[in-house]
């Protein structure tokens, strides 16, 4: 028998049932913010383009929107990390569960790895190992917002951060990328934005979605800009060392001693395995600000209640960075700097495009529209579905970056792949061209 006093659920339906307000309901003011937040993402953007491609069409389709190279037979990780997660696997010490900030051997192997282009030398205490950088940004993110502050991101810049702040209440004051300058930070723009409610402000470096790689003197204004507005610098850098120009690798973290910095990166871009989803959260605090602030508490009580990485991925880490021969680094970077000087050349044959700075690192150039020249075309995603439906060829619209009537073209893949795909490009320009017309 059921006892007076259990709860008693009317529904809507039924003779004599009452009208119930579901609370379920109250969860649209949640969803509202996240479903706005996801329609930024960049797969959520390539999903509508993808949908104009016929893919009955004569012709294969060419991906050149998407920073995931690894369908390219020469795209692949190098022999060591696969051997490293074989071992790792096999050795039955990686089948349980980690701790929360990571296995200690895979926190001091990354410190080490860090600490080879700093002055200095990190603790496996000042790392926080994550799945992916694309966490690593979560976990960031969600530990800076507080009611009122806002934070300063590069436009253009890399959607997960407008979507993580939006989602998480937290402002985002946007300084611009001078696309003349090779794509150096508005610094000016920067200390207009700022006031006592900023909280960090982020460099993306090697860049995603310029190709940029910044100088020595730039990082250190950058630095010398934040230190003046006190304010901290979260740097991303999950392309490291992917710089094949004239400029080399500089992490921000030679600044640590101007300004405190957080470093979040990963395994994905220089090993080509963005599905194993390893990243990590470095402090780069030599004046104990961060600590002092209880930065590393707040992110440590983040990661307790969150998901961590693979704990065999975690388990191979220190072979795969102990093991991946340099000549294996020097094969990719040749591979994308024969790519990125057919990607720059062949977008100069194109009329109504223009590249304003030869990619220099990471797997992508960002080109401008010229809409004045291309008949019926209304703006970059217009541009990009008719591409996609015509040429299928995918590429990215500006507008997903934050810079609309522009385009962000991947260019790492092989040579005769990225060939084809950009004379379809220049065929489609010539096709619209109003002189043609």
């Given at each position: 028998?059921?006892?007076?006093?259990?709860?008693?659920?009317?529904?809507?339906?039924?003779?004599?049932?009452?009208?119930?307000?579901?609370?379920?309901?109250?969860?649209?003011?949640?969803?509202?913010?996240?479903?706005?937040?996801?329609?930024?993402?960049?797969r959520a953007v390539l999903g509508?383009?993808?949908?104009?491609?016929?893919?009955?069409?004569?012709?294969?389709?060419?991906?050149?929107?998407?920073?995931?190279?690894?369908?390219?037979?020469?795209?692949?990780?190098?022999?060591?990390?696969?051997?490293?997660?074989?071992?790792?696997?096999?050795?039955?010490?990686?089948?349980?569960?980690?701790?929360?900030?990571?296995?200690?051997?895979?926190?001091?192997?990354?410190?080490?790895?860090?600490?080879?282009?700093?002055?200095?030398?990190?603790?496996?205490?000042?790392?926080?190992?994550?799945?992916?950088?694309?966490?690593?940004?979560?976990?960031?993110?969600?530990?800076?917002?507080?009611?009122?502050?806002?934070?300063?991101?590069?436009?253009?810049?890399?959607?997960?951060?407008?979507?993580?702040?939006?989602?998480?209440?937290?402002?985002?004051?946007?300084?611009?990328?001078?696309?003349?300058?090779?794509?150096?930070?508005?610094?000016?723009?920067?200390?207009?934005?700022?006031?006592?409610?900023?909280?960090?402000?982020?460099?993306?470096?090697?860049?995603?979605?310029?190709?940029?790689?910044?100088?020595?003197?730039?990082?250190?204004?950058?630095?010398?800009?934040?230190?003046?507005?006190?304010?901290?610098?979260?740097?991303?850098?999950?392309?490291?060392?992917?710089?094949?120009?004239?400029?080399?690798?500089?992490?921000?973290?030679?600044?640590?001693?101007?300004?405190?910095?957080?470093?979040?990166?990963?395994?994905?871009?220089?090993?080509?395995?963005?599905?194993?989803?390893?990243?990590?959260?470095?402090?780069?605090?030599?004046?104990?600000?961060?600590?002092?602030?209880?930065?590393?508490?707040?992110?440590?009580?983040?990661?307790?209640?969150?998901?961590?990485?693979?704990?065999?991925?975690?388990?191979?880490?220190?072979?795969?960075?102990?093991?991946?021969?340099?000549?294996?680094?020097?094969?990719?970077?040749?591979?994308?700097?024969?790519?990125?000087?057919?990607c720059y050349s062949k977008i100069?044959?194109?009329?109504?495009?223009?590249?304003?700075?030869?990619?220099?690192?990471?797997?992508?150039?960002?080109?401008?529209?010229?809409?004045?020249?291309?008949?019926?075309?209304?703006?970059?995603?217009?541009?990009?579905?008719?591409?996609?439906?015509?040429?299928?060829?995918?590429?990215?619209?500006?507008?997903?970056?934050?810079?609309?009537?522009?385009?962000?073209?991947?260019?790492?893949?092989?040579?005769?792949?990225?060939?084809?795909?950009?004379?379809?490009?220049?065929?489609f320009c010539q096709r619209h061209?109003?002189?043609?017309?």
């Amino acid at each position: 028998m059921r006892s007076d006093k259990s709860p008693v659920m009317e529904g809507n339906g039924g003779a004599g049932a009452g009208a119930t307000e579901w609370r379920i309901s109250r969860a649209s003011a949640r969803g509202a913010p996240l479903a706005d937040a996801g329609s930024m993402s960049i797969r959520a953007v390539l999903g509508r383009v993808f949908s104009s491609v016929d893919e009955s069409g004569p012709r294969p389709m060419l991906m050149l929107g998407s920073g995931d190279p690894t369908g390219c037979a020469c795209f692949r990780p190098p022999p060591e990390a696969e051997d490293a997660i074989v071992d790792a696997l096999r050795s039955g010490e990686h089948n349980g569960y980690s701790p929360t900030v990571g296995v200690l051997s895979a926190r001091r192997a990354i410190a080490e790895y860090l600490s080879r282009d700093l002055p200095y030398q990190l603790s496996p205490d000042d790392i926080y190992l994550t799945a992916g950088c694309c966490q690593a940004i979560d976990v960031m993110i969600s530990v800076l917002a507080q009611p009122g502050s806002n934070i300063l991101l590069p436009k253009p810049g890399f959607p997960l951060y407008e979507s993580r702040t939006m989602f998480s209440n937290l402002e985002a004051r946007h300084f611009n990328l001078i696309p003349d300058r090779g794509w150096e930070a508005d610094l000016e723009s920067v200390e207009a934005l700022a006031d006592e409610n900023t909280v960090a402000m982020v460099i993306v470096n090697p860049s995603n979605p310029c190709g940029s790689v910044y100088s020595h003197d730039h990082l250190a204004k950058i630095a010398e800009t934040a230190r003046k507005l006190g304010i901290i610098i979260i740097a991303d850098e999950v392309y490291d060392h992917l710089a094949f120009g004239n400029k080399p690798f500089i992490p921000m973290g030679i600044f640590a001693d101007m300004v405190p910095v957080i470093t979040v990166g990963s395994i994905s871009k220089r090993w080509l395995v963005p599905g194993w989803r390893l990243g990590w959260i470095a402090m780069c605090d030599l004046n104990c600000i961060l600590k002092e602030a209880k930065v590393d508490k707040s992110i440590e009580s983040y990661i307790n209640i969150t998901n961590d990485p693979a704990t065999f991925i975690q388990g191979a880490v220190p072979q795969i960075i102990a093991n991946t021969k340099e000549d294996y680094f020097m094969k990719i970077l040749n591979l994308l700097r024969n790519s990125a000087d057919l990607c720059y050349s062949k977008i100069k044959e194109a009329r109504g495009i223009t590249c304003p700075h030869k990619p220099e690192g990471s797997m992508f150039v960002m080109a401008k529209l010229d809409l004045s020249c291309l008949d019926g075309i209304q703006d970059d995603l217009d541009f990009c579905c008719m591409l996609a439906k015509e040429e299928s060829v995918i590429v990215l619209p500006g507008s997903a970056l934050g810079m609309k009537d522009w385009i962000r073209i991947t260019f790492a893949m092989d040579i005769p792949t990225l060939e084809n795909a950009l004379e379809r490009i220049t065929s489609f320009c010539q096709r619209h061209d109003k002189l043609e017309a």
